[in-house]
């Protein structure tokens, strides 16, 4: 158990509709990452926060956004859903240490939200 | 930008050693890391080098080379639950310190 909880741990929903995964990060932890993996293909960065504020940006569509809010849980808007929006939706969570040369800074992934679109 | 290469699928033997490569090309190298994948789950970390050499921890062990751009991750005495992706991943400090991942490998253990 990494620390990192998810919810819904699965959803499945309809084209053109609208979604938020939750993603609550480790203790201490003030940077929150979103990443995408759809059936067989790697992990695409979506976006990270950190304390609060948008750090950087992956390959995010404008149809997605997110927001991290004063507690540092986190959200995942998907809206106008397609089929091939159908992925596994990671949140991962760091200390968000930055620009320290050395720092190891690891990203503790949580379960995972399993997103169906049909 | 940013490159990782990695084999796509492996197979090795149980109680065997396998040696999984990853390259990699990076304009601000701060950090490589490596996970392991089971289908369906979260990644879980395996090891971190940020510098030179070999860093050991139980039956994994990752190297670094930064001069080639080169990483392996070996695996030894390989279990069946040892079956699974790994995932090679690399740090950009001109990127706000985002993980870039790799396709992963897929590893087979057969007895």
């Known amino acids: 158990d990494s620390g990192v909880t998810q919810t819904p741990k699965h959803l499945i929903t309809a084209t053109g509709q609208r979604v938020t995964l939750r993603c609550s990060p480790r203790s201490g932890d003030l940077s929150v990452y979103w990443y995408q993996q759809s059936l067989d293909q790697g992990l695409q960065f979506l976006i990270q926060?950190?304390?609060?504020?948008?750090?950087a940006k992956g390959n995010i569509l404008e149809r997605f956004s997110a927001q991290q809010f004063p507690d540092l849980h986190s959200e995942l808007n998907l809206s106008s859903l397609e089929l091939g929006d159908s992925a596994l939706y990671f949140c991962?969570?760091?200390?968000?240490?930055?620009?320290?040369?050395?720092?190891?800074?690891?990203?503790?992934f949580g379960p995972g939200t399993r997103l169906t679109v049909l | 930008g940013q490159n990782i290469d990695q084999p796509t699928e492996m197979t090795a033997t149980e109680g065997a050693i396998v040696q999984i490569n990853c390259t990699y090309q990076?304009?601000?190298?701060?950090?490589l890391f490596w996970y392991q994948q089971h289908a369906g789950e979260a990644p879980t970390f395996l090891s971190y080098n940020v510098l030179d050499g070999l860093e050991e921890k139980g039956r994994f062990s990752s190297f670094l080379s930064r001069s080639k751009g080169y990483s392996y991750l070996l695996l030894k005495e390989l279990q069946m639950k040892d079956s699974a992706s790994y995932l090679c991943?690399?740090?950009?400090?001109?990127?706000?310190?985002?993980?870039?991942f790799g396709g992963g490998t897929r590893l087979m253990v057969k007895p």
């Open positions: 991943a690399v740090r950009d400090n001109n990127a706000g310190n985002m993980l870039t």
């Open positions: 926060y950190y304390n609060g504020e948008e750090r």
């Open positions: 990076t304009s601000g190298f701060n950090g």
């Open positions: 991962a969570s760091s200390i968000g240490q930055l620009r320290m040369e050395f720092s190891t800074d690891t990203q503790y």
